[in-house]
Every structure is written in structure tokens, then in C-alpha cells.
């Protein structure tokens, strides 16, 4: 049988299987077929994060007790439960402090890849990343030792309030108390010590966050003068990626019925978590 480079020269050869190797992988990419570079690029996460043995996860590093240096690591309620759904996949967790303001944009860009840094809801952030189950169901406040009603703070003429900058908490005294003058803060801890040391007579932030005044005197004698918003906590991650959140979920439905998300509740928060409040 007659070779179709029969009587040609090597130059015509191999200039004529470099056409064919065009056409056909041109063949192949108008099929999909991308070979097994571009096959690895369309692995869904939970796939990418069982290959690299590494769970990076975005986590916060002075945002006590969700978390908080300890010696040398970082410690708390989130950094608990981050090492616990590492182990849940069979991997290494990876924690990685990122700013409140800056949590989104590290799932985004891919240097993380989940959240659990005390992450709320809200329909704006739906637009971009999804969602877990709820894994704590908190509730962002204004406190203080003042005997005031929610009504008689709403009256005070130009109340001053420390929040954290960037939060939830802090656009939603903004919308709540108009007149309120914001002292904002980078993160809990300069916030508290800066209420302990009696700058400002209110702040907004979680209920929990109340439990991390170190002054044992002084956070008993702090209350909830207002509600804000009900604020439970969810595992942020990309959109589309429905396996690593199945597996996220089945992860929290084990540590609520096995008492394990308890547990880290009553270590941290130093209360527990009712099933009512996750309904």
C-alpha cells in the first residue's frame, strides 16, 4: 500500500503531519475533549482539594473566640471546626488569616478554598459565593452596661459606638442609629480593650463576642440593649461547586448529631447551641 508521503522530501513530511496534528486537535477542542491538562482545570474543588491533601481555608486571627493567636498557632471556634472538616476529607488543613474586608476576594481569587471566618448571609454576598448550612446560629447586637431600652438608644442625641470596620455589624448600626458617631476598629480585641478602657459607652458585634471580654466583672455586667439582625454563621465557597458542598453539609450534620459542634460551642462561647436555633 502506497504511503500518502510517498516521493515526498522530509521537509514536505513533517510539514504535512504538522497540518494533521492541527486538524486534529482543533477536532478535539471543538468536541471538548481538551486533553488531560485542560481536564484537570475543570475538576470540580472537592476533587482539586483531595489531590493536594490540603484544605486552604480562610480563617480570622483576631476576631476572638472565632478566632485568635494562641502561643504559636491560632486557636478558636472556627479554627476548631476548620481542623475538624479537614479530617473530615482525609486532609491537612491549611488555615489562612484574612481580614473581614478581604474574606470574599481570597475565595475569588483562588487563595483559599473555603471560608470559616464568622461569615453571615446576606443577599448581596449570594451574588457571588454560596453557602453552607448554618454551623452557628448568632445574632450581631448593640451592647453595653448602660440600663437602656432599644427605644431610649434610639433617642440619644449623638451616640458613640466601636464596631469592627468593614462588618456587617457596623453598616448595621449605620442604618439603625443614623445620629450614632462609629469608632471603627481592625479587628474585636482593639475594639474590646478599647471599650474596657471606657472610650465609648456602646458597641455592635456577634453575642458571642461579649464571652471574649477578659474582664470577667465587666462582661457580666454587659447586655443587649438592641437587636440588629439575627446572624448565623455559614462555610463560604465558590458557586457551582455542589459535591464540596454536599460534603460540607453532611460534615456539619455529623458534628450537630454527635454533640461535636456542641462541644466546641461550650469551649468557646462557653454556651451551647439548642436544635431550635438552627431552624
Known amino acids: 500500500m502506497q504511503s500518502p508521503f510517498d516521493g515526498a522530501t522530509p521537509s514536505l513530511w513533517a510539514s504535512e503531519i504538522l497540518q494533521r496534528r492541527r486538524l486534529v486537535c482543533g477536532s478535539i477542542l471543538a ?20 489531590s493536594a491533601r490540603v484544605l486552604r481555608v480562610a480563617v480570622p486571627q483576631d476576631f476572638p473566640p472565632f478566632g485568635f493567636p494562641q502561643g504559636n498557632e491560632l486557636a478558636g471556634f472556627d479554627i476548631s471546626i476548620a481542623k475538624m472538616l479537614s479530617m473530615h476529607l482525609g486532609v491537612s488543613p491549611q488555615m489562612v488569616p484574612v481580614p473581614s474586608g478581604d474574606r470574599l476576594a481570597a475565595l475569588l481569587e483562588d487563595r483559599v478554598d473555603i471560608i470559616i471566618s464568622s461569615l453571615g448571609k446576606t443577599p448581596e454576598r449570594e451574588k457571588s459565593i454560596d453557602f453552607s448550612s448554618v454551623y452557628a446560629p448568632t445574632y450581631l447586637g448593640v451592647f453595653s452596661q448602660q440600663k437602656l431600652s ?8 449623638a451616640p458613640v459606638v466601636g464596631a469592627a470596620e468593614n462588618s456587617l455589624e ?110
Not at 461535636?260 to 436544635?275: E, T
Request: aromatic share 8%; net charge positive; proline share 3%.
Open 31 to 50: 468536541l471538548g475533549l481538551s486533553g488531560p491538562l485542560a481536564a484537570a482545570e475543570h475538576r470540580d474543588q472537592l476533587e482539586r482539594i483531595r
Open 150 to 157: 432599644r427605644d431610649e438608644l434610639l433617642k440619644l442625641p
Open 170 to 279: 457596623e453598616s448595621l448600626v449605620r442604618a439603625f442609629l443614623p445620629t450614632a458617631k462609629i469608632q471603627g476598629f481592625k479587628g474585636s480585641a482593639a475594639l474590646l480593650d478599647a471599650y474596657a478602657a471606657g472610650h465609648f459607652e456602646f458597641f455592635a458585634g456577634g453575642n458571642v463576642l461579649v464571652e471574649s471580654i477578659k474582664d470577667v466583672g465587666l462582661r457580666t455586667r454587659v447586655h443587649q440593649v438592641a437587636l440588629l439582625k439575627e446572624s448565623p454563621c455559614y462555610i463560604g465557597l465558590r458557586q457551582n461547586e455542589a459535591r464540596l458542598k454536599d460534603e460540607i453539609n453532611r460534615f456539619l450534620a455529623n458534628i450537630r448529631s454527635s454533640g461535636a459542634l456542641m462541644v466546641n460551642a461550650m469551649k468557646w462561647f462557653r454556651q451551647s447551641f439548642s436544635a431550635d436555633m438552627f431552624k
